[in-house]
C-alpha cells in the first residue's frame, strides 16, 4: 500500500492509473477509522481495482466552535487499518496544500443544505462539498463512497456531482452497527460507558419509528412523537432535530411514503453530537 501525502504527486498518479484503464474508488474519511469506514473499503475494493482512502480532517466544514481541534487524530493506526483492509493508496494531504495561503473558492449547495444539519451547522456542509470536489479533482475516482449514516451529506454530493457534471459514481454504504445499536461513529470515541448507554436510545427510538411504519402507521407527527418521547426517558440526550424527510431533496415529508423516504435525529448527548437516520 502506497501513502502519499503531495496533492501533485497524488493527481499524476491517479491520472497515470486512469490512463492505464483502471477503475478508481475513493473512500473520503477524516481519520479514527472504524468499522463502518472499513466496511466503505470492503465495497470500494468490489467495485474497483485500486481503492484510495483519504485521511484529511478538513476544517472548512467544522463551525468555529466545533471540534476541530480535538477531533480524534490516529494516523498510523488508521494507515494499519487500511493496509489490513486492503486499500492501494493513502491520501493524507498537508492543511497547507490543500488550504493554501489565500485560499477563496467554496462549493455551495443551495436547497439540500437548508434544514436539518444544515440549521444549526451553517458552514458546514459548504465544507464538505468543497472539499470533495477538490477530493474528487485530486484522486480523479470513477466511484466515491460515502456511508448512509451521513444522509444529508450523501444527498447534497450526489446532488453536487449531477450538478457539476462530475464524472463520479456515487455509491452509499448502508449504516454499519456496533453490536448494541449504536451506529459507528468516529465521535463515539468522546462517549463515556454512560453516555453511550444513554445514546443507545437513538436507535431504540429509530427501531420503534420504523415498526410504526412497517405496521401502517402514515402519520409524520405521531411518528415523531414517538421518537421524541423514547429520546426524552434518556436524561444525557437532548434532541438537536427529529424529521421525515424525502431522501434525495432532504425537504420534510407531509405524509409517509415508504419507500421514499429517511427518518433523521441528530442529538446532543451531553457534549458530544450524534446523527442518526433510518430508511423507510
Ligand atoms: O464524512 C466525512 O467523514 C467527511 O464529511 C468527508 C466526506 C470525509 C469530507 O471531509
Redo the contacts with the bound molecule.
Sequence with gaps: MQIIQSVNEMQSHAIGLRSSGRLIALV???GCLHEGHLSLIDIAKEKADKVIV?I?V?PT?FGPNEDYDKYPRMLEADIEKCRERGADIVFNPPLNEMYPDGYSTYVDEDHITDGLCGISRPQHFRG?TT??LKLFNITRPDIAV??QK?AQ?CAVIRKMVSDLNIPAEIVIGPTLRDEDGLATSSRNAYLTPLQRTEALSIFKALTIAKGMVDEGVRSVDRVIAEITHTLSLSRRVRVIYVQIVDRDTMKPAREILPGKQVITVAVWVEQTRLIDNILI
Design positions: 473520503p474519511t477524516m483519504s484529511f478538513n466544514q464538505v472539499v470533495c460515502f456511508g451521513d451529506q
